[in-house]
């Protein structure tokens, strides 16, 4: 009976030893899927969602861009008006530029256009 006894204890201690070894490796898988849980979340939260988000992130760069090539277009249009301005300060240029421009002719000539 002794013998029984003794045999039983030694396996409720290798049992307790055995449960208490799948419980922290439950618990270890468990604390290793929270924290996967909070990684994954945080990283969607940071992608996704929100006005600080990759997304808006990309967004804003590509409007600054835009915002960019307009302001070098605006500034090569105001270089070319300065230009213009400075040729028609001269009373020839300013005669040449009206009748190129605006079609402009005196009253003893004809202008006929040439199209190709």
Known sequence: MQYLCAE??????????????????KAR??????????????AVIM???????????????KKINDIEEQIQQTNQQIQQTQRTMQMLDNTDS?????RENYMMHTDKEDVYLVEP
């Open 29 to 42: 898988k468990v604390l290793i899927n929270k924290y996967a849980i909070v990684v994954v979340v945080f």
């Open 94 to 98: 300013l005669e040449r530029f009206a």
């Open 8 to 25: 039983f204890a030694n396996k409720s201690k290798i049992y307790y030893a055995m449960e208490s070894k799948s419980f922290i490796e």
């Open 47 to 61: 992608i996704f969602i929100g006005d600080h988000s990759l997304i808006q992130f990309c967004k804003r760069a």
